[in-house]
């Protein structure tokens, strides 16, 4: 077969095939055109929701900076003057906060800066006793995803439920954290914090039993340094 023949019958199958593809699309013009409509509202429809989150995320961030500051803001020296930004007392400084916290957490609940809102309300709710308030905060909190966010929550929520009387929950809150531990608490941390819970109601062995544990598994680390203290007989 010659080199003329051979490109002749290409084009001859070319032209077919785009025939039968015409064809095809004629027949089914309708559908095709649903589907092409419906593969670009999708396109449009993820492209709207990514600028939509940025923005909320951007104006979240910039709210939760904004109360972080104000929680950590500067209070007043004993007979100092009224000054912008400067707080009397600790307890005020924390309502303060604690209403910006709040506003952030009901605004951007679905966002991770809302569920760190959500925490620092409920940390700010137990500092100016309004521990139902904080309990409720807090377990939101404890339920991220976050797993660091998750666990600061619980050492709090642990903390709520020893001021209120129920040691017994703070107890099992103590040992979820020490069987999965993070970066924000580590198992030592809940350790201490458990062991000072067996000091507060008199189980002083098994206070000691948990400063040798941790004094040997972070003999380098802080934990470790404050249960060898603990174990040596200082700030029990």
């Known amino acids: 077969m010659d080199t003329q023949t051979r490109h002749a019958l290409k ?56 109360a972080l500051d104000t929680y950590g803001a500067s209070l007043a020296e004993p007979g100092a003057p009224a000054q912008q930004g400067v707080y009397a007392t600790a307890a005020e400084r924390s309502k303060a906060a604690n209403q910006q916290f709040s506003a952030i957490a009901q605004q951007y609940g679905w966002l991770p800066e809302g569920n760190k809102a959500r925490y620092f309300a409920g940390v700010t709710s137990q500092e100016l006793g309004q521990t139902a308030t904080a309990e409720a905060e807090l377990k939101k909190a404890a339920d991220s995803w976050d797993h660091n966010l998750s666990n600061l929550a619980k050492l709090a929520l642990a903390n709520v439920y020893r001021q209120t ?29 458990l062991a000072d819970l067996y000091v507060a109601t008199g189980k002083q062995d098994q206070a000691r039993a948990l400063w040798a544990k941790v004094k040997d598994s972070d003999k380098d680390g802080a934990a470790g340094s404050i249960a060898a203290q603990k174990l040596a007989g200082g700030n029990q």
Request: aromatic content about 8%.
């Open 11 to 66: 084009g001859d199958k070319f032209a077919q095939a785009t025939k039968t593809s015409v064809t095809w699309l004629s027949g089914h013009r309708s559908g095709v055109m649903r589907w092409v409509v419906s593969v670009a509202v999708v396109i449009l429809l993820g492209a709207g929701f990514l600028i939509f989150w940025n923005i909320k995320a951007t104006a979240a961030n910039a709210a939760l900076g904004a």
């Open 165 to 193: 009387g129920r040691d017994a929950q703070a107890i099992d809150i103590y040992n979820a954290i020490i069987a999965k531990p993070s970066e924000t608490v580590s198992a030592g941390v809940a350790q201490l914090n």
